[in-house]
């Protein structure tokens, strides 16, 4: 299935700055910068803050409308688990399932499996550890740290193949949706020149995922194009604030209900 479009915050014109899209270019970039990237990272950790994942229930249903209930799993890294709002009716899970409710017009029940700090491969531990109830959709919620552990694409997409083929393999997916990697090129935290080299390799990464999800039926990608500034997102300037998950949960429950939604 080809990738999903959605409304965003911004167009694409906002995009400033160099991009270097060939790896090779890439590599040279980062190895003549290394002692400078090297120490902005582990400037830019020490002085982040440390914020908590929501607070607030992790399964539930919404709705009683008649017919068979819709059942969505969310997993994922800290931008799943809510890193930067207080309660998971704030975060991506809340916004996605109540929209999901409407844009479908079935009751949704839905759980959230995710932790901060994991990768593509630790979500898919993660999940193997306590398999999840079945569901029609997954939604899954990667990238970020697959860019900070400096994943390879190639390899990411081949972690992302591995979790969506377990999980339909096992029966407990129908269809697996992954979300799109953010602009990391828009985190207020990151200075430059780190911010510029993660967001090249972050659209690098989004761009493998696309092209890998055109090629399956039972998996999609969707995109959104995000504006990120300090006015929307959280306070340590690298996870989304409550305006950004409320975009992307809704074009994520609008994803799902035109991919699997309607009984």
């Not at 400037?43 to 992790?58: D, F, H, K, Q, S």
């Not at 309660?87 to 029940?109: E, P, Y």
């Not at 967001?199 to 055109?214: E, F, K, N, P, V």
Request: aromatic fraction near 4%; charged fraction near 20%; proline fraction near 8%.
């Amino acid at each position: 299935m080809p990738s999903s479009r959605s409304a965003s915050l911004t167009s694409r014109n906002s995009e400033v700055g160099p991009r270097l899209r060939h790896p090779a270019a890439s590599l040279a970039y980062k190895l003549a910068l290394a002692p400078l990237l090297v120490a902005q990272a582990i400037v830019t950790r020490r002085r982040a803050p440390l914020l908590p994942e929501a607070a607030g229930p992790r399964e539930g249903r919404v709705g009683e409308s008649g017919g068979s209930p819709l059942r969505v799993l969310i997993a994922g890294d800290s931008s799943a688990a809510g890193v930067g709002v207080a309660n998971q009716d704030n975060a991506v899970a809340g916004h996605l399932v109540r929209a999901l409710h409407r844009h479908a017009d079935r009751s949704i029940v839905w759980a959230l499996r995710a932790k901060s700090g994991l990768t593509t491969r630790g979500v898919h531990a993660l999940l193997e550890a306590e398999p999840p109830a079945p569901v029609e959709v997954a939604v899954v919620i990667t990238g970020v740290n697959d860019v900070i552990d400096q994943i390879a694409p190639c390899r990411a997409v081949r972690h992302r193949a591995a979790l969506a083929d377990w999980l339909l393999d096992e029966g407990l997916a129908r269809h697996v949706v992954f979300a799109p990697l953010p602009p990391i090129h828009r985190f207020p935290l990151l200075p430059e020149p780190l911010r510029r080299v993660l967001g090249d390799d972050a659209r690098r990464h989004d761009r493998s995922l696309a092209r890998w999800a055109a090629t399956r039926r039972d998996v999609s990608h969707i995109e959104i194009v995000l504006d990120l500034n300090g006015e929307v997102m959280a306070s340590d300037g690298f996870h989304p604030g409550e305006p950004v998950y409320r975009v992307c949960g809704e074009a994520l429950a609008a994803h799902v209900a035109r991919t699997v939604g309607h009984a």
